[in-house]
């Protein structure tokens, strides 16, 4: 993603502190007392300008939604995103995705999302793939070893290494779409990347992996 | 697959009856004395016009090759490929894919092959689908629960089915490739029909799924 430096972020996210959770991992265990409910709490590793999570925030008032971003240029737009919808149901945070087990307690998070994500497609920068075991394992932590993983691409050499790097962890891949806007998905919210792939006639790839117990 | 009757089919079968074994139930548990080595046995199962397993043999001296193949009509034209090649590593039978139990004992083969298999997209038809849980079984049985499945096809909905209905099923995604013409895979084997998708530039995709023990 282009990014532009903005130093006027540092300002911005401070301001709004009642949607980017400042020093999140005050939280950890807690994120419940945060939203006021007991509805299940689903992340996004990468967020960016956060059109997906705001437009799931509306769709499924009933769940908690949690956006993750480590870029402050790239976050600040997604806060105005979320101030746009004025759903009470969506957070944000300004952290490393290394980070999620200092934010949240083990079995906190019900469901993971990945959309887009940086396909890193140089085998040495292989570790960087949020699709990786190192990452996965980082996400059974928080999950609990259950839930799932649902994550979207338009990238073909990731999504063939991911679907790979899922079910060799042990994970069980449970949807599988090779081109998501020809199917009879239902209920898909675009990311930003994706109205323009998917505008181009690319094909964008969906899976959705689980934890079985 | 276009088929037309061919009344002399069971004639020629009978001549070749060294490349088409006969009543083949007799060899269960005793394929290795049949090829006179103890090499791996690797079956494909709808083999179809019969290029894939040829050129496979010639290929892989040191693997034996069974194709099978239910319909006379096109079988022949199997015959006929394997004749040409004079490969002694690959043999045929004339046999439905719910017999494989009847033909081979618990373990006695190394491999599935499964080459653009019929699609049967109609949701009343899954049964037939040769990625179904059932043919699976069955598979699994000859294997003695190890071993691997190669599977290819340029059908989208077929591929998404299979690698769902695998992963369900507890086997190992080890290699998926959505594009399989235009990966680094070495060595692949063409099928007649993937010459004929590949040359208006479809992509075929492949996965390998494994049993793990």
Known sequence: MRMRHKPWADDYLAENSHIVISEPSQYKGKWHSVFGNDNPIHIEVGTGKGQFISGMALQNPDVNYIGIELFKSVIVTAVDKVKQTEAPNVKLLNINANMLSDVFADGEVDRVYLN??????????????????????????????????????????????????FSEYGLVLTFVSLDLHQSDFEGNVMTEYEEKFAAKGQPIYRVEAEWRT
């Open 116 to 165: 887009f994500s940086d396909p890193w497609p140089k085998k040495r920068h292989e570790k960087r793939r949020l699709t990786n075991h190192a990452f996965l394992k980082k996400y059974e932590q928080v999950l609990g070893g259950k839930g799932a993983i649902h994550f979207k691409t338009d990238n073909r050499g990731l999504f063939e290494y991911s679907l790979t790097s």
